[in-house]
């Protein structure tokens, strides 16, 4: 690659984050494979086709487990362009929402299969809130006054 041609000449500055390899053209092939990817995802996704479809997904485990490479790859080709970017991404939840979306307990969730929490005071419903931000996942709680009421709490 000539060192005045557009891409060597500036990719230090577009891709500011730590490189996987230190030659630029692996590099720009290595970039052009996951925005390749990343964009199928999307498409997949925005085409309202099942987004954890692969050959050899089998069971939901399988599909969570390929749900979870695909955001890890997300991941990774943002902190190449931006490390400061994942920063904001982690501390505003998006990545533990993520995770947390593409999960089994979400699956079970939306099949009606979770099972409910009863709260009957104040230290089991601390309980539950700290098993839920420990495990990542949203936990439909029922609690007993004058009547039932039926809440999904959801760690931040």
């Not at 982690?90 to 099972?115: H, L, M, N, P």
Request: hydrophobic share 45%; proline share 3%.
């Amino acid at each position: 690659m000539g060192d005045n041609l557009i891409w060597p000449k500036n990719l230090g500055t577009v891709f500011r984050g730590a490189w996987p390899t230190t030659a630029a053209a692996k590099m720009l092939a290595q970039c052009k494979d996951r925005v390749s990817l990343v964009r199928n995802f999307r498409n997949r996704v925005f085409h309202h086709e099942p987004a954890w479809k692969r050959f050899g997904v089998l069971n939901e485990q399988q599909a969570v487990v390929h749900l979870h490479e695909k955001i890890g790859k997300i991941i990774e080709l943002i902190s190449w362009l931006s490390p400061e970017k994942i920063d904001l991404l982690d501390k505003s939840g998006v990545i533990r929402t993520a995770c947390r979306a593409c999960s089994v307990a979400e699956i079970e969730r939306f099949k009606y299969q979770a099972k409910t929490s009863t709260i009957n005071s104040m230290s089991k419903l601390l309980k539950v809130a700290d098993a839920a931000s420990v495990s990542n996942e949203v936990v439909k709680i029922a609690i007993y006054g004058k009547r039932k009421a039926v809440y999904i709490m959801q760690p931040a």
